[in-house]
């Protein structure tokens, strides 16, 4: 067993010292922005810490006031040991990477009251100094010596690594040309503006200018290098951006801070819009930090009573999203509120029509299993209980849901409830749709435009299979 002990303050002479030495990762910043309550993107935000002062993740300061006063509470003095005073002054940043070497000195004692002063410094592992002051202690009078106690594991519920894996998985493409729509808010611009940063789009801005740079402004926004286009209001906004992909030049559109319906009655118009052959869907891609996979929802915010047909587009368009993120074969899991085929409720219906579509080729790319209750879906546990034999059975990477209700509830449960990160888009028209909202985060708002990225550069990589070339 472990013991920890005190130096009593008669144990103790001027000049005694003690260090210790640690290495900054991101769960030490992560644990400590939980226990604090401080987020400061700085912080916690990669992609804001590449525009801040230091242009990388620092760490807390405070994380490294902490260290003084973990060697001042379990070695110098110890335990008994009473705080007083203590100044700091932040000489330099730590940063991801970097080994800490903390250390106290006494410079005096005060035998009337039992105080010490400790000179306190951490330095880098290239011996520069990143943190100097001075303590203040009442030090303990009586010898103590304690077993360490064994502080509980914490299990960190990390969100967003999917998408920053997504990040990661397009790089070495070139960005996207996209038509940002009435970004006229601080929220949508930024969102633009960071996903440019990471390379992955290259932002056209279509909307009134003025109202465009007053965003800017707001945000400290620098709109020098992006284009902007010009228009008087929102619907104007929409019927340009769609223009300019209908003509080619661009490859994506991305929403702004206007009414998704007010975007999509621009996509879906029979002359002027972006339609194909196949049915416009709605995809969310959410990492759920408790599922070991990315769940694709589909439908949720376009098809509110989707046909068979319509549903048998909805998860073409999902299986090919899937392959365009790297799921060779997708598992597609047909939603409903029972497992078992039943006249009464029409999605058990479909589903089992849909499975028979794909065993005869009319849905190809994927593994198909319904009706399936969302616990079996999920939970290969909950699957075996009910007798379910299944290949999709607690192994679905994409959910497909009766209608836009459910789809909605469910992915907003997750979002709230299971601390998810949802990033949605819409397929089956010529480009790519980013649909963002002003709640998203950072790393989902940039996980969408990866998305994109990923879905417009394989679809053209693609494109010689169809051809007779390579598939």
């Not at 009655?265 to 709605?282: W, Y």
């Not at 009573?305 to 597609?332: C, F």
Request: proline content about 4%; aromatic content about 4%.
């Amino acid at each position: 067993m472990e013991y920890i002990q005190n130096r009593t303050f008669d144990e103790i002479a001027i000049g005694d010292t003690a260090s210790l030495v640690r290495t900054l990762t991101y769960r030490d910043i992560e644990v400590f922005a939980v226990m604090s309550g401080d987020v400061n993107p700085m912080h916690v935000d990669a992609a804001f810490a590449k525009s801040d002062l230091f242009h990388q993740v620092v760490a807390h300061g405070m994380w490294g006031g902490s260290l003084i006063s973990t060697l001042l509470g379990t070695q110098l003095p110890g335990p008994g040991t009473i705080y007083l005073d203590q100044s700091l002054r932040f000489v330099r940043p730590v940063v991801l990477g970097d080994t800490v070497t903390v250390t106290v000195k006494v410079t005096e004692k005060n035998v009337a009251k039992k105080r010490l002063l400790l000179d306190c410094r951490a330095t880098n592992q290239r011996g520069e100094e990143v943190i100097t002051g001075l303590a203040e202690v009442i030090a303990p009078v009586e010898k103590i010596s304690r077993p360490r106690v064994l502080l509980p594991e914490i299990d960190l519920n990390r969100t967003a690594q999917r998408y920053e894996r997504l990040i990661e998985m397009t790089r070495g493409l070139e960005p996207i040309r996209t038509a940002v729509v009435h970004p006229v808010d601080t929220a949508s611009l930024l969102g633009a503006v960071e996903a440019a940063r990471e390379g992955l789009i290259v932002p056209v801005l279509v909307g009134p200018e003025a109202k465009i740079r007053a965003a800017a402004t707001q945000a400290a926004l620098d709109l020098s290098r992006y284009e902007i286009v010009p228009v008087e209001h929102s619907d104007a906004a929409a019927a340009a951006a769609v223009a300019m992909a209908r003509s080619g030049e661009v490859e994506a559109l991305m929403k702004g801070a206007l009414h998704t319906d007010e975007l999509m009655r621009a996509v879906v118009d029979g002359a002027r819009g972006l339609r194909t052959a196949r049915r416009i869907s709605h995809v969310y891609v959410i990492d759920a930090p408790d599922y070991p996979r990315a769940l694709l929802v589909t439908d949720a915010a376009i098809n509110i009573y989707p046909s068979l047909a319509d549903k048998r587009d909805i998860i073409q368009n999902a299986i090919d999203l899937a392959h365009a993120l790297g799921i060779a074969e997708p598992r597609v899991a047909i939603l409903s509120a029972v497992e078992t085929v039943t006249e009464s409720i029409r999605s058990t219906l479909d589903a089992a029509a849909l499975c028979k579509m794909a065993e005869r080729g009319q849905i190809k790319g994927g593994i198909l299993d319904g009706p399936l209750a969302f616990d079996n879906a999920v939970s290969e546990e909950a699957a075996k209980t009910k007798g379910i034999v299944s290949p999709v059975a607690g192994r679905a990477d994409v959910f497909v849901v009766p209608d836009l209700e459910a789809g909605n509830m469910l992915a907003k449960q997750l979002e709230y409830l299971a601390h998810a990160r949802v990033a949605g888009i819409v397929l089956g028209a010529r480009v790519p749709i980013i649909l963002t909202s002003r709640a998203d985060k950072t790393l989902a708002r940039l996980g969408s435009c990866a998305i994109a990225l990923l879905l417009a550069r394989h679809k053209a990589a693609a494109l010689p299979s169809l051809s007779g070339g390579a598939a």
